[in-house]
């Protein structure tokens, strides 16, 4: 007879996950034979750039990638992280200390918390936001303190509502820009604001940079491009989305020495690091950025917006044109509460949206939509969306 349950007791500490409801009704739904047009989860529907995949099937057959990779990664995948990121940002790295290969940014983000804070240490996370901020806080038995996103501040987080009894524990300050879910872009100067901030209460700054890559306007900043950044900033980074190529699992750390370092450690102890096919792969990614075929995929994504958001208008929503990403975060019809509002679009126009309140509870009140769907999906979708009576 058992006399205790196997089940760690940090898991019960984790945030309810709301989206297992709305995944369960979708299953639902398609089983019941019905027409389901998913805007749920961000992952991308086209495939990889062939020229992408034609290098990994080059890189496979090589046999010095069928060895354990290095941790931090391959010499020349981090050498031309370090081009990437001298061309796009003007930021030098040096890519034997401030780079380090990661499978996805999630995972890095993941194991972030392990290698930085220590258990009591308070991790300020953004609110709404990417869960795994918060995870890896619980995993690594460190607290974690919400910083409100909102409307009226351009979802930007207000450093100075921090309680100072927070602070004086605080130690990792979570930045993610251009946002997840509510497709924000921040400008240098809240870099800047951010940087100063960091500097005065003594904290490391992790910025989320996934979506860097992913615009329609002017390109989105690093915060590393700021002079002294990288004694306490440091950027996670994500082909996933650049390049459709989220099942591959490749990423990477860029920025202050010793986070990167301590990250490797931790994964050095995890992980035996990103095939080395994959990386080979990944750097015909990031040396051709303006190859015909990744520029396709904003293309693809700037038509799929353009086609939401002037929908979403006709009928009567409230929706802005987000600038980066390939999310857009809509309020709900008639104040309605979010995961109200999924339930009854799943319901009565077979439409997968995710309730705000699932990022956080400054999520409440909107609705995220993932631009995963063709052009022609959109508009039955919108159609579909404007027969609901709110």
């Given at each position: 007879m058992r006399?205790?349950?196997?089940?760690?007791?940090?898991?019960?500490?984790?945030p309810p996950y709301l989206f297992v409801e709305i995944d369960r009704a979708k299953q639902a739904a398609i089983e019941a034979g019905r027409d389901v047009i998913d805007f749920g989860v961000g992952d991308p529907d086209r495939p990889t750039p062939k020229f992408i995949v034609e290098r990994m099937c080059d890189a496979v057959r090589d046999p010095a990638n069928h060895r354990y990779p290095l941790g931090r990664g391959k010499r020349t995948f981090r050498r031309t992280v370090a081009a990437f990121f001298e061309r796009r940002f003007g930021v030098t790295l040096d890519p034997e200390k401030e780079v380090g290969a990661l499978l996805g940014s999630k995972e890095g983000i993941g194991h972030f918390a392990t290698a930085m804070l220590n258990p009591g240490e308070v991790a300020l996370v953004p609110d709404p936001g990417y869960p795994v901020y918060i995870s890896g806080a619980v995993f690594s038995e460190a607290a974690y303190h919400r910083m409100p996103l909102r409307v009226e501040r351009g979802f930007l987080p207000d450093l100075a509502a921090i309680p100072a009894d927070v602070?004086?524990?605080?130690?990792?300050?979570?930045?993610?820009y251009p946002n997840n879910p509510t497709a924000a872009c921040a400008p240098m100067s809240f870099f800047e604001e951010a940087l100063a901030f960091a500097r005065k209460h003594d904290l490391l700054i992790a910025q989320d940079a996934a979506y860097s890559e992913t615009y329609y306007e002017d390109p989105p900043p690093s915060i590393l491009q700021l002079p002294g950044a990288k004694e306490r900033c440091i950027e996670f980074h994500s082909l996933s989305k650049t390049f459709n190529m989220t099942g591959w699992r490749i990423g990477f750390s860029a920025g202050n020495a010793e986070a990167v370092t301590a990250l490797a450690d931790v994964k050095n102890n995890l992980d035996s690091g990103v095939f080395g096919a994959v990386q080979d792969a990944a750097i015909a990614g990031l040396e051709n950025m303006h190859h015909p075929e990744v520029r396709g995929i904003l293309d693809t994504y700037r038509e799929r917006r353009d086609a939401l958001v002037s929908g979403l208008k006709e009928i009567g929503w409230e929706v802005n044109y987000p600038k980066a990403t390939f999310y857009l975060w809509a309020k709900c019809p008639k104040g309605a509460a979010s995961m109200d509002a999924a339930k009854r679009i799943l319901a009565e126009a077979n439409v997968v949206v995710i309730p705000g309140i699932g990022f956080g509870t400054c999520g409440e009140g909107f609705v995220r939509f993932a631009l995963t769907v063709e052009t022609p999906r959109i508009r039955e979708a919108v159609s579909r969306l404007g027969r609901i009576t709110w």
């Open positions: 006399s205790r349950t196997w089940r760690a007791e940090r898991l019960g500490k984790l602070l004086r524990r605080a130690k990792v300050l979570w930045l993610n």
